[in-house]
């Protein structure tokens, strides 16, 4: 289609009328048999393949915007029937140097099921063909999909002509990458301007150019109900259509320029496979959490006034606080009304609640909505983007290189730390030779050993072995700079690590425990710990005061989700991240290792996997 036409609303208007009324179609190519053009238009040049069924052209109006709400002309299409033609008319809207706006549907399984492309005024959907390519029994369809995804390939996605913009760049590029085996260069993650919480609708309408611009209700409903069913094709083009239309915005079109650009083509296919089969892997993982989720609280409370207060009985299903979820409240005569948790407080949560419960009693709550990123799972995601946008030095780093990258060369870099031999301590514990074997492994300083795997079944002594081999570096005269970090994936395990130093009157390290696990929970389980015990609600932001807390202690004992938690900055800089075992190391998807690597990677110059491959986490 060529320009002028996309501006003539008259042929617009003919457009739906053709999808909308085929009768008037064949009205129109009898008329042309005949000879006749009296019901052709005399301004719009009307080219006979519009009337083939196979480019049926639709339409939307986007309500994102207050003062502005365009209709946007889309055309859909399979990647086993997409040609030229429908990148042409489509490509020929876009100005020179012009933004194309992105947006994708995903399948269960988290594979990319389509894409759209979206100009000011026209639109071109993309749906994938799901699984494998077509074998030899169906070559002519293979053929026709890998032409069509080389056509996306160069003159869209790694055109140079046109910059590409989408709210979550990064999962697109992952996803074409990983499924459809595509890349994208020159491409604009736009949540990248907003502070807030990727996921949260807060950054969206940041990046979107702010609440009073918008209708914040329809922007809610279009990019945060795709979790309740697949999305339409009219969906996936007002979304993409949104990006282009911010990207040309002149108050947050400056802010899009000072972004570094996604490019997937520079990365090798070896390290783009490893890196985007954790960010799917991850993915996945946020997939399976539940949409809801009934809480345990005390039954048979009275709602007083405006505001409720709820005690929980089980900490798995505890009320949390979330501007992304709400709660849905049920009386025992069967009102229900909604509410949020606007304060936590161990057991307790005070509910504002959206009506009246009529004085009744409550006989259940439930949260609705898919919990929010923990502050583990938020790092990884800002580590693949910084990956993507080539702002990360990780795909190069050693301990990188030797887990997922075993074939790369690894070149270690010095460490004055590992040149020392340490001796094992052995005037508080007993070992015996298969345990000594193991803490001669962590406390060597060869580069092959940089990377230690303790593996052990229950009951054969690996909580002593990490005990062991901690104080036998703290012990050590000559490395009296070293630092050790002891995490694992749950705080029981963490506790039960405190627990054996206790247990042999070893108590120079620091606990750090989340508040949230602590108060009104699990106190009864650190009573023998309160000396080394640092709950969160305490964690200071002065360096001065975190060195104070610490009291001298090199050893530190926190969870994996702690040690991506910024809140413990100032007990980093006291003791950096030098020595790292890991408890329970095969309990833990290996993605979560990836936030550590990239915080801690000036400062690791040793790790240690410590778990049982019978317990790995599946």
Not at 2 to 24: P, W
Not at 171 to 183: E, G, N, Q
Not at 427 to 447: F, G, P, W
Request: a positive charge.
């Amino acid at each position: 289609m060529t320009s002028d036409l996309r501006k003539d609303a008259s042929y617009l208007q003919c457009c739906r009328s053709l999808s909308a009324h085929f009768h008037y179609g064949r009205q129109i190519w009898r008329a042309v048999r005949c000879g006749s053009r009296s019901l052709f238009l005399p301004s719009v040049k009307f080219p006979l393949v519009f009337l083939s069924m196979s480019r049926q052209l639709s339409t939307v109006t986007p309500k994102l915007f207050r003062n502005y709400s365009p209709e946007v002309v889309f055309e859909t299409s399979s990647d086993d029937s997409l040609d030229a033609r429908h990148l042409h008319s489509f490509l020929s809207t876009v100005m020179p140097e012009g933004a194309i706006g992105i947006s994708a549907s995903y399948r269960a399984n988290c594979q990319l099921s389509a894409i759209a492309f979206s100009s000011l005024s026209r639109a071109l959907v993309v749906r994938f063909t799901g699984g494998r390519l077509p074998l030899s029994s169906n070559e002519g369809k293979r053929k026709r999909i890998i032409q069509a995804r080389n056509l996306l390939q160069e003159r869209i996605l790694c055109s140079t002509d046109h910059q590409k913009y989408a709210f979550k760049m990064d999962r697109i590029a992952i996803a074409l990458y990983l499924d459809v085996a595509l890349r994208v260069v020159g491409a604009v993650d736009m949540l990248s301007v907003s502070l807030h919480n990727r996921r949260s609708l807060q950054a969206l309408m940041n990046a979107m150019g702010g609440e009073f611009t918008l209708h914040k209700s329809n922007v809610k409903a279009l990019f945060f109900s795709d979790e309740l069913g697949p999305m339409s094709d009219s969906d996936l083009v007002e979304q993409a259509w949104a990006a282009c239309q911010v990207s040309n915005l002149p108050h947050v079109a400056s802010r899009f320029r000072t972004l570094r650009r996604i490019g997937t083509k520079a990365i090798s296919d070896e390290h783009m496979a490893v890196f985007a089969k954790i960010s799917r892997d991850g993915e996945l993982l946020d997939s399976l959490k539940p949409l809801a989720v009934k809480n345990d609280v005390v039954s048979g409370i009275t709602e007083r006034m405006d505001n409720l207060t709820l005690t929980c009985n089980r900490y798995p299903t505890r009320i949390r606080t979330s501007t992304e979820q709400f709660l849905q409240i049920e009386t025992q005569k069967g009102v229900r009304v909604q509410g949020r948790a606007i304060r936590v407080q161990g057991r307790q949560a005070q509910i504002e609640v959206w009506g009246s419960l009529r004085g009744d009693k409550i006989r259940s709550v439930t949260t609705i909505g898919k919990a929010g990123l923990t502050s583990a799972e938020a790092y990884r995601e800002s580590v693949t983007l910084a990956i993507l946008k080539g702002e990360s030095g990780l795909l190069s780093n050693p301990f990188f290189k030797a887990i997922w990258l075993p074939n790369d060369p690894v070149c270690w870099p010095q460490s004055t730390h590992l040149q020392l031999k340490i001796p094992i301590y052995r005037e508080v514990i007993e070992v015996n030779t298969s345990q000594e074997r193991a803490i001669e492994k962590i406390l060597s300083a060869s580069d092959k050993d940089r990377i230690a795997l303790i593996q052990g079944p229950p009951g054969t002594g690996k909580t002593t072995v990490i005990t062991a081999a901690a104080i036998s570096i703290i012990s050590c005269p000559d490395a009296g700079s070293r630092t050790v970090w002891i995490a694992a994936q749950s705080n029981v395990a963490v506790k039960n690590i405190a627990e054996k130093f206790a247990k042999i009157k070893f108590y120079n390290f620091a606990l750090l425990v989340s508040k949230d696990f602590h108060f009104e929970w699990h106190e009864d389980l650190y009573k023998e710990l309160e000396s080394c015990l640092i709950c969160s609600d305490m964690f200071s932001d002065d360096v001065v005061d975190a060195s104070r807390q610490l009291c001298g202690s090199k050893v530190i004992l926190c969870t994996l989700g702690m040690l991506s938690n910024d809140h413990i900055a100032p007990f980093v800089h006291v003791n950096p991240v030098d020595f790292l075992i890991f408890d329970e190391g095969s309990q833990i998807e290996v993605g979560h290792y990836l936030p550590v690597l990239r915080r801690f990677m000036h400062s690791l110059s040793k790790i240690v996997f410590i778990g049982d491959d019978k317990q790995c986490e599946l």
